[in-house]
């Protein structure tokens, strides 16, 4: 049986994290209850058909969160650049065997809804800057990715003593990670830059590479190899920017050595900003005029963020921010965004139309980044999140049909070039490929154990018979466990419910009120590892520990045949047997990986 990926990602987001969710080690508030689920399993266990279970929405369960580990990165550090020579502030990756807190970036924020910031636990940027030296000192260049984003973002531009530029750019990309060449450190004296850089972001981690992977020539030839064609003119552009070409080479090179992934190729929407039609905002402004933080409570939403933040994606939050920090100049482009505002407030019914379509979107871009970012290993890991991706794509497709329809009726000319990017045929093509294995009713649901079972049975029964044998193995030792719970209940006459949690898998649960003899001591002997919340307890037992181990492997092995089932059909429509298409994979055609960066 396959085992978990040892060299895992450096950061690890937790794969497009639902709404509400929380992070906590209360067996009650983690818990699931699947007892009113018990019956669908044991209709199929009768029955034994491989139909798509029934709907499991009422079931809800509390999210978590990885840590971020360090790793050894010799392959970009040197001598120069070690720990115990650089100076304070600037830390090279280093082994690690515990996991650390993760660091946020300095705009300080909250995650609760309206506060002055977005969310410091979404950081995912990554940033690369070198500076030019002799007659070019004062010549800038930067490259940001965003880890949850497809969008490789080139800059260069001669920057102030004070760097300004700079830093105000990166307080806009409110980066996860700064990495320097390690000359910026050489014999421990840090350069200007970044010093400033590491006053002004001192919650940020900075990390340092060899010189020898700022390359122009590799960071031209990665962006000919990653960009998205309908994007390829961007190169006659950057052609000359020599240093944000070897800061974009160090940078993707970094990423896909700590993320133990590669990009695939034509996936990146690669652009080139520099600072023309925007308005500059430096950092002790923004700060004064509480743009994003109330300075005299940090979690306050009485800033012009937390005033102006009704959006209903992440990326419109995104996007607000940086139109704050940034705000565009260019008067034909403020000219239509007003314009726009007059008709949604002018046509009531479009607006709501809209709101209620977009509120049902997940984080598009989280989405597109980890459909472009291919693992260097395959694992019964990779495999769960390639469904779970195909899931979410699935998801988001069928929203575009509904989008299009709200924007039918709009005349302004964004709207409109926004109904003719949705109305592309390609949308189609992506969702009737899905189709083709994915069962109809298999969707994006809230809750852990909700998404477990839509995994499971996602791909379409009688494509693989050595997939349906393991899927009905699964739901028999579930009707197992739900078998064991009730006669446990049975044998000792107590109110047993089967309960799930991410960290103890299936278990059972009991209310015991004021009035109830039983508590964590007098239980029988049979129950261990009791826990109470409130007066709920929480137990489990010896066969139910095996139970859940065959669970987890019922579970690999489905993952991983289901992987390779979507991976080796790639049929035009639902046929098993027919002959396959050009050869593409599934969701992973030039044109879908093209269209979904645009």
Do not use: W
């Not at 987001?13 to 009650?28: A, K, N, Q, R, Y």
């Not at 070409?245 to 993320?259: P, S, W």
């Not at 419910?497 to 015991?512: D, L």
């Not at 035009?572 to 027919?578: D, H, R, V």
């Amino acid at each position: 049986m396959a085992q978990p990926l040892k060299n895992n990602p450096k950061y690890n987001f937790g794969l497009l994290v639902t709404p509400g969710s929380t992070d906590t080690s209360s067996v009650t508030t983690d818990s699931v209850n699947v007892e009113s689920d018990s019956t669908s399993f044991s209709e199929q266990a009768s029955e034994r058909s491989l139909s798509y279970p029934t709907d499991y929405s009422r079931l809800t369960s509390g999210g978590s969160s990885t840590s971020r580990a360090r790793y050894n990165t010799g392959l970009f550090t040197s001598g120069s650049a070690s720990t115990s020579s650089a100076p304070a502030g600037f830390r090279t990756p280093r082994t690690n065997s515990g996991s650390s807190k993760r660091r946020t970036s300095d705009t300080g924020g909250s995650a609760t809804p309206g506060a002055a910031t977005p969310a410091q636990n979404n950081c995912s940027t990554l940033v690369a800057i070198v500076e030019g030296r002799g007659l070019a000192k004062g010549e800038v260049g930067m490259a940001t990715l965003d880890l949850k984003k497809p969008e490789l973002s080139l800059s260069q531009f001669s920057d102030m003593p004070t760097y300004v530029k700079t830093i105000t750019k990166l307080q806009i990309a409110q980066p996860l990670e700064i990495i320097f060449p390690n000359t910026a450190c050489e014999s421990g004296t840090m350069t200007n830059l970044s010093k400033i850089v590491t006053e002004q972001f001192p919650n940020t981690t900075i990390s340092t590479v060899q010189r020898k992977y700022f390359n122009e020539t590799k960071g031209l030839m990665n962006v000919k190899h990653l960009c998205v064609p309908e994007y390829s003119s961007v190169e006659l552009e950057i052609a000359s920017k020599y240093y944000c070409l070897a800061a974009a080479a160090a940078l993707i090179k970094y990423i896909e050595f700590i993320q133990n992934t590669v990009y695939a190729p034509a996936s990146l929407k690669v652009v080139f900003k520099g600072s023309e039609n925007t308005t500059m905002i430096d950092m002790s402004t923004a700060r004064n005029l509480e743009l994003l933080q109330n300075q005299r409570d940090p979690r306050s939403s009485h800033t012009l963020y937390g005033i102006l933040n009704y959006t209903k994606t992440v990326g419109g939050a995104r996007l607000l921010r940086s139109n704050i920090l940034q705000p565009p100049s260019d008067p034909e482009t403020i000219s239509l965004r007003q314009d726009v505002v007059a008709e949604l407030i002018e046509k009531s019914e479009v607006f709501y139309n809209l709101q209620a379509v977009i509120s049902k979107f997940l984080d598009i871009d989280h989405l597109l980044s980890l459909c472009v970012q291919v693992p260097k290993q395959e694992n019964v890991k990779t495999a769960e999140t390639k469904i779970t991706n195909m899931m979410y794509l699935k998801h988001t497709l069928e929203l575009v049909g509904p989008l299009r329809d709200a924007l039918g009726d709009c005349e302004n000319p964004l709207l409109k070039a926004t109904y003719k990017l949705l109305d592309d045929p390609r949308f189609v093509l992506m969702l009737s490929k899905i189709n083709c294995i994915i069962h109809e009713d298999a969707r994006y649901q809230k809750g852990l154990l909700v998404m477990r079972s839509q995994k499971c049975f996602a791909v379409k029964p009688k494509i693989n018979g050595l997939l349906d044998m393991a899927r009905k193995t699964y739901t028999e030792i579930v009707d197992d466990i739900t078998d064991l719970v009730q006669q446990m209940a049975a044998t000792y006459s107590l109110p047993l419910k089967v309960f799930y949690s991410s960290s103890r898998g299936f278990h059972a649960q009991m209310h015991c009120g004021p009035s109830d003899s039983y508590t964590t001591d007098n239980l029988p002997a049979i129950f261990i590892k009791v826990t109470k919340f409130k007066n709920t307890l929480s137990f489990t037992t010896t066969d139910l520990i095996k139970l859940n181990d065959r669970v987890k492997e019922s579970l690999y092995e489905i993952y991983i045949m289901t992987s390779i089932t979507a991976r080796d059909h790639r049929y035009t429509g639902y046929q098993p047997g027919s002959a396959p298409d050009t050869g593409e994979n599934i969701c992973g055609t030039p044109s879908t990986k093209q269209h979904l960066c645009i």
